[in-house]
């Protein structure tokens, strides 16, 4: 009985000890808690994908005879990949978005890494200003650049009324020009070498001149030093850019569609959506699962090669010395190119949207055609289907305070959870516990946003448990938009609680200062530029987005870019520049103001942290 009795006394203590320690480490507590909602949020639809595509759907019941709903099968991997629609459903889609993204990975890699060696291994002037607006196309949705194209090189063959080229100048484009693979991987290419000029620009800012001066010193010629030294230095660089952009512009669903539904250049998003349209929700998930593949092998890839390569030290304790390359006489024509280059990226297509716009006939470029009447005129069933101007018109500007008000929440509670995620990663570092958060955290990065927006649609068009049907309303596109961007609100938050040296929490945490208090006076105003830095990036992503939300969207729900997409959708382009050019405004803005204000580097300071 004494026996009994001590054991349960000792049980009792080892308990009492183990919730001491937990309450000590409050960053265990929050690691499980995200865990448990990560797995729901992330693992569950994965898992709904998968099964969703092993079984029998309603449709499928008028195609395959005795097929009951919800009964195990392969039919739709049968169809999707050896099928009689095969060649339509996924191979001719499949080659389609490999070319694409083979394409826009290998053009903005050299665009970006162009730009990166010019801005930070040269003597080029006016560096502080080229840094900053070098990125704007970043900031733009990735579409943008394909309203201009099609502004320009619209032919009436395919796309009705003449573009700019055809008007102007009597030339009628090709069909390979105005649309399919070629406008695709030039306009996506100019979006998205971004990627390369942040990461592979941080990796040159780091490496001592001294490296190539000593290769210079061997007998090495330039190209030599540049082969040997330098490139071998910044592949890491190279390599995760390779992912970024090439997983990115196999999953983007926007400019694909502009520029190749005309003309039946469907890509493996683009498919995903007709697919899901045509209510066979089986063959888009297959899909889809190919397109998580790919960006899953793409990242395991990328980290293996990086993770087999020696280390290189390329800052050392005598001190760190950056020699810039003096251009000479070439100083002039390459200030002239980084010119001509932003001015067609940044300020010619913002020109031809906003010249659209108060232009009556869309191929009529002269100045009596100008009109005011898509901006402030009446409703009159003449002119863009009786849709009053933009500034009348009130189912735009609840599409303004819907984005607006996506934007902010997703923006401030991504940013909070990113830095909890961040601390529970850093604080638990080492534990299993950390890596799974840290990998389950950055898990939606893999997912095609139309397969997760289609996954979302499905799992809560119905009471989920405790949780009610979301579908129609805002908190549905909230959650989404939120976990879809945790990947980057998490990486930041992990980068900022990296900075904060542990013992400044120990110290207070010995003299009895709750944790929430340690958070708020020490934690979060040391971490306050991620915590900003995840903020833009978030609300930029979330006002730009089109893919993730456009099956989620109901008419109280609208967001800008649904609108753009359904006004161009209906051969309004007017109307769908002009709302392209409010949510340029606005997303430039914000970001103007976050790092005036808040002293955060924008845009640049989050792909560099």
């Not at 889609?93 to 665009?111: D, E, H, Q, R, Y």
């Not at 010193?217 to 910044?234: A, D, E, Q, Y």
């Not at 708020?520 to 971490?527: A, D, G, N, Q």
Request: charged letters at 10%; aromatic letters at 12%; a positive charge.
């Amino acid at each position: 009985m004494v026996s009994e009795l001590e054991a349960q006394s000792t049980k009792l203590i080892s308990l009492k000890l183990s919730l001491t320690k937990l309450r000590y480490r409050t960053y265990y507590i929050m690691a499980m808690i995200f865990l448990i909602i990560f797995a729901f949020l992330v693992i569950a639809p994965l898992v709904q994908i998968i099964l969703t595509s092993l079984t029998f759907q309603r449709n499928d019941l008028r195609m395959v005879r005795g097929a009951k709903v919800g009964a195990f099968t392969f039919y739709h991997y049968s169809r999707v990949f050896v099928g009689r629609l095969a060649q339509a459903l996924f191979y001719k889609p499949f080659l389609n978005s490999l070319m694409v993204g083979a394409g826009v990975t290998t053009l903005s890699m050299i665009i970006g890494s162009f730009f990166a060696w010019v801005l930070v291994r040269t003597d080029i002037p006016y560096k502080k200003f080229l840094n900053s607006v070098i990125v704007i196309p970043y900031m733009m949705p990735s579409w943008v650049m394909a309203l201009a194209w099609l502004l320009i090189f619209k032919n009436t063959r395919t796309g009705g009324s003449p573009g700019m080229l055809t008007a102007l100048f009597g030339v009628v484009p090709p069909d390979w020009v105005s649309y399919g693979a070629f406008p695709i991987i030039v306009c996506l290419g100019l979006h998205y070498y971004a990627y390369s000029f942040l990461l592979v620009s941080g990796a040159l800012a780091t490496i001592n001149s001294e490296l190539e001066e000593a290769g210079s010193l061997t007998g090495l010629n330039r190209l030599s030093v540049l082969k040997k030294i330098t490139f071998p230095l910044v592949l890491p660089a190279l390599g995760s850019s390779f992912v970024l952009t090439f997983s990115r512009s196999m999953g983007t669903f926007g400019t694909p569609a502009l520029l190749g539904l005309p003309v039946r250049f469907f890509t493996i998003p683009t498919q995903i959506y007709a697919s899901i349209n045509a209510r066979n929700k089986g063959d888009a998930f297959v899909l889809a699962l190919v397109l998580v593949v790919l960006a899953a092998g793409a990242i395991y890839i990328n980290s293996r090669i990086i993770g087999k390569r020696k280390s290189f030290v390329t800052m050392g304790g005598k001190g760190f010395r950056s020699r810039l390359n003096k251009l000479g006489s070439m100083k002039i024509p390459v200030i002239i190119l980084v010119t001509v280059f932003l001015l067609m990226v940044i300020v010619l297509p913002v020109v031809l949207l906003a010249w659209n716009t108060f232009m009556l006939l869309p191929d009529d470029y002269s100045l009596s055609n100008l009109t005011l009447h898509f901006w402030t005129g009446d409703s009159n069933f003449e002119l863009a289907s009786g849709q009053p101007g933009i500034f009348k018109n009130e189912g735009i500007w609840g599409g303004v305070l819907n984005s607006l008000k996506l934007g902010v929440l997703a923006a401030v509670l991504n940013a909070f959870m990113g830095l909890l995620i961040g601390y529970a990663v850093v604080r638990s570092r080492g534990t299993r516990m950390s890596k799974a958060l840290e990998a389950v955290s950055f898990a939606p990065y893999v997912f095609p946003s139309i397969a997760m927006g289609a996954i979302y649609l499905s799992m809560f068009a119905h009471p989920f448990g405790p949780i009610p049907a979301l579908y129609g309303t805002f908190y549905l596109i909230l959650l989404i938009v939120i976990v879809k961007n945790m990947p980057f609100s998490s990486r930041t938050g992990i980068s900022a609680i990296l900075q904060i040296d542990k013992s400044l929490e120990e110290v207070a945490q010995t003299q009895g200062i709750p944790w929430g208090t340690r958070f708020r006076k020490i934690i979060f105003p040391l971490s306050r530029s991620g915590f900003f830095s995840g903020m833009v990036l978030t609300f930029i992503t979330s006002m730009r987005e089109l893919s993730l939300i456009i099956l989620l969207v109901t008419p109280s729900t609208r967001l800008l870019t649904s609108i753009i997409f359904a006004y161009n959708d209906q051969d309004m382009v007017q109307h769908a520049n002009g709302v392209t050019l409010i949510l340029l405004i606005i997303i430039v803005s914000a970001n103007f103001i976050v790092r005036r204000f808040f002293g955060t580097g924008g845009v640049l300071g989050i792909k560099e942290s």
